[in-house]
């Protein structure tokens, strides 16, 4: 993915579950482990890893404590965490995300799965990193993501659908729409959603062409992307793929509307947060560059600072 080498921590009390997991992410740097919450929390507070993988259940310290604990921790709440447990219940999900995970996955893993979900998390650290490193040399000026209104942009051709989903998503901004590639990919480019849903099938084109075209969209770089997926077992592959890929950053199923509906809301609040980011670090480098013009003047005034 880059040069940069990430920093994994791995928390499962099954030792042979760690071991898969090792082994399906030997691509992504160093990689720590601990078989309790308590031990994890100790390695997360010792050296901060990028992304955190955790088991709901384990004895003592359940994830869901441990994720509890580290979003409180004003030094590990940013810490991405995805939970991989063989829980498949939608409430489990919802909780998880209500507690302020990034994504949840269940067992039993794949390596394809596994790694599109580690790789969408890396590429958002590694877009961070490569931000700060932009507004330093004063060469970034970022996109107007949350200037606008809340506005959750449906591309959907089925009528049916797109109500169900407008209905269900309505509390949580203004819901626009459109029912072809066409006008999804110039409704995105006018309207500046905080978050685009894309059907995977469209009239005159696929979900997945959809998502490669919004993503080479300068305007509006960093609105996450989410796919929604037919349910057909088929197309599991192709849809990891896209992650895989960078396409998309979720994909959402539409039989199971209150876990679509915490996934959503958990994109609006991660642009919301990086909003904040990009704007406290916008403030920390005009600081810097203010107090190097000073520097300059007491120089050519022919005061030397101490």
Known sequence: MSAYKFKLLIVD?????????SDMLSDYGERRFALSGEMGLLLARQSTPDLILLDASMPGMTGFDFCEILKADAELAKIPVIFVTSHDAPALEIDAFRLGASDYVTKPLNATQLRARVETQLRKRLKILTQSERFRSGSYLPPTLG?????????ESDAGR????????HDLGRCTSAATGAQGLERALHSLPTVILV???????TGLELCAALRKE??????PILLLANGV????ARY???LLLGLADSVLKYAQPTVLKARVRNAMAAVHADQKRIGAMREYWLAVEKAARRVERKNDEG????
């Open 218 to 223: 300068p305007r509006i770089e960093g609105v």
């Open 13 to 21: 009390d099954d030792v042979a579950t760690v071991r898969i997991m």
């Open 240 to 242: 990891e793929q896209a």
């Open 162 to 169: 797109l109500s169900s989903l407008q209905d269900l998503l």
């Open 233 to 236: 077992a088929g197309d599991a």
């Open 147 to 155: 200037a606008l209104p809340d506005n959750i942009l449906i591309v």
């Open 199 to 205: 059907s995977a099938t469209l009239p005159d084109t």
């Open 303 to 306: 005061n030397i600072p101490e």
